[in-house]
């Protein structure tokens, strides 16, 4: 998986304002982290991998069937999974932020209409969209899921507020 990583990442490596955005970002990243990573670059660890799920949302957007990752419905599937670990979350606001950064703010799909699209998710509505704040794939699948759902507000709210 590493190799495919840099693989996908090579195309985004000569992009200066993107290395620069996750340096001016680090201790707001790793403060996404409980843990405490050490003994590695931190950078360099979050470039590969947004670059990789960012190149792997596209080519699965545009149906990129000679993608090797993607003509094995099993391989597929196994990296959505893991996608949605919760010791494999990426904040989501990075992967927004780098895709924006290397497609440019008009950048058509969405960063959301592609994370949809890759985990088989109903896109929500622009209403709901604009008050959506999405922490990682974990969140996004909360939010999906939950989307058009009706809270009765007569409910008692849990412990944790809602």
């Known amino acids: 998986m590493q190799k495919h990583k840099e ?7 000569k ?3 993107i290395e620069n955005f996750v340096k001016e970002e680090e201790q707001h990243i790793r403060a996404c982290y409980e ?9 360099e660890m979050i470039l590969r991998d947004a670059f990789f799920i960012i190149e792997l949302f596209l080519r699965k957007y ?27 979350q990426l904040p989501y606001f990075v992967l927004e932020e780098l895709y924006m950064l290397a497609y440019g703010c008009s950048a058509r799909p969405s960063f959301l209409t592609l994370s949809c699209k890759f985990f088989s998710y109903k896109e929500p509505d622009e209403e709901a969209k604009r008050n959506m704040e999405i922490k990682d794939f974990v969140d996004l699948r ?12 007569e409910l008692p709210k849990s412990p ?3």
């Open 160 to 162: 944790g507020g809602k």
């Open 15 to 17: 992009k200066e304002k």
């Open 62 to 88: 545009h149906d990129d069937r000679g993608d090797f990752l993607l003509s094995k419905p099993w391989l597929t599937n196994a990296i959505k999974l893991d996608l949605q670990l919760l010791e494999n």
């Open 7 to 13: 693989r996908y990442l090579e195309k985004f490596r």
């Open 35 to 43: 843990e405490k990573f050490k003994g590695f670059d931190f950078i």
């Open 142 to 153: 909360r939010h999906t899921v939950l989307f058009g759902v009706e809270i009765d507000p």
